[in-house]
Nanobody
Framework: QVQLVESGGGQVQTGASLRLSCAAS????????MGWFRQAPGKEREFVAG????????DYTDSVKGRFTISRDNAKNTVYLEMNSLKTEDTAVYYC??????????????????WGQGAQVTVSS
């Protein structure tokens, strides 16, 4: 029973950086595993990054590893995705997601029960 709202998207050139934010409602934010997904035109939604409840464990898809960083601030009920060295292939709608799982970070979309509305990220050459 959380509501998620993304912000921070926009249009940038290759090599630039952006930070996405996802604000969550409720005081139980720290009990959720959080993730970021993205969906490019004509493609399936794919896992980008995930973070454990305390922030002590993270997971990234290979294409963003070393460039993107997921973090969370439980006192602010917010999860972040710092994106560096952006490429045109990073262009997509980015979604924040929350899972009530008792286990480790999942990569499948059905692992997450709550979703934000999405934020557009466009990277131009």
């Amino acid at each position: 029973q959380v509501q998620l709202v993304e912000s921070g998207g926009g249009q940038v050139q290759t090599g630039a950086s952006l930070r996405l934010s996802c604000a969550a409602s409720g005081r139980t934010f720290s009990t959720y595993i959080m993730g970021w997904f993205r969906q490019a035109p004509g493609k399936e939604r794919e896992f980008v990054a995930g973070i454990s409840r305390s922030g002590g464990d993270t997971d990234y898809t290979d294409s963003v590893k070393g460039r993107f960083t997921i973090s969370r601030d439980n006192a602010k009920n917010t999860v972040y995705l710092e994106m560096n060295s952006l490429k045109t292939e990073d262009t997509a709608v980015y979604y924040c997601a929350a899972s009530g799982s008792l286990y480790s970070i999942g990569r499948a979309s059905n692992f997450y029960g709550y979703w934000g509305q999405g934020a557009q990220v466009t990277v131009s050459s």
